[in-house]
Antibody, heavy 121, light 107 residues
Framework: QVQLVQSGAEVRKPGASVKVSCKAS????????IHWVRQAPGQGLEWVGM????????TYAQKVQGRVLLTGDTSTSTLYMELSSLRSDDTALYYC??????????????WGQGTLVTVSS | DIQMTQSPSTLSASVGDRVTITCRAS??????LAWYQQKPGKGPNLLIY???TLESGVPSRFSGSGSGTEFTLTISSLQPDDFATYYC?????????FGQGTKVEIK
């Protein structure tokens, strides 16, 4: 079965960087786009960006453009989200999510368990 | 970016009630709309895609309708397991956006 297993919680100071991982299993890694979505405490869902694991093409939300880098490692079926110049409003639960189908125009059918990133001085 | 606006933000209802949540897009998204359910401490769960297609395993009391800019999620008879927060999401443009969520509470 499809599984997305994320790395554990992180605490960083403002201005630092964080790298979160998402290990995929149960399907052909390069066939499906992976998205990253975040949820600040008590708030709604915010799309962060998308990566095509087959080739590494990425698309980012305007709000984090220039501070976020999505990468993938086909040898380990693992995706990474690196966020730099962290601010307090980056504090959130970060999810990786897989497209329901292999198309770009598809909702998110599978989600990781989430990784809490806390930015605090 | 396409803005998605849900209403209401909070909804109080009783078991057995018919519940309707509305989602409006700032421009036409044709039928590229999904609905998710999220329970506290859990990730979202896909309920409906392409505005009205029920995801496999989702109870038939959930239904979706609409096209263009206006969409609805209906729960025909609210069950105890349905008390949760619901989000709409457009996937028409390459900048996926969500509504702000509707929390369905016990009346």
């Amino acid at each position: 079965q499809v599984q997305l297993v994320q790395s554990g919680a992180e605490v960083r100071k403002p201005g630092a960087s964080v790298k979160v991982s998402c290990k995929a299993s149960g399907y052909t890694f390069t066939t499906y786009y992976i998205h990253w979505v975040r949820q600040a405490p008590g708030q709604g869902l915010e799309w962060v960006g998308m990566i095509n694991p087959d080739g590494g093409e990425t698309t980012y939300a305007q709000k984090v453009q220039g501070r976020v880098l999505l990468t993938g490692d086909t040898s380990t079926s693992t995706l990474y989200m690196e966020l730099s110049s962290l601010r307090s409003d980056d504090t959130a639960l970060y999810y990786c999510a897989r497209g329901r189908t292999h198309m770009v125009t598809t909702p998110f059918g599978y989600w990781g368990q989430g990784t809490l990133v806390t930015v605090s001085s | 970016d396409i803005q998605m606006t849900q209403s209401p933000s909070t909804l109080s209802a009783s078991v057995g009630d018919r519940v309707t949540i509305t989602c409006r897009a700032s421009q036409s998204i044709i039928s590229w709309l999904a609905w998710y359910q999220q329970k506290p401490g859990k990730g979202p769960n896909l309920l409906i895609y392409k505005a009205s297609t029920l995801e496999s395993g989702v109870p038939s009391r959930f239904s979706g309708s609409g096209s263009g800019t206006e969409f609805t999620l209906t729960i025909s008879s609210l069950q105890p397991d349905d008390f949760a927060t619901y989000y709409c999401q457009q996937y028409y443009s390459n900048s996926w956006t969500f509504g702000q969520g509707t929390k369905v509470e016990i009346k």
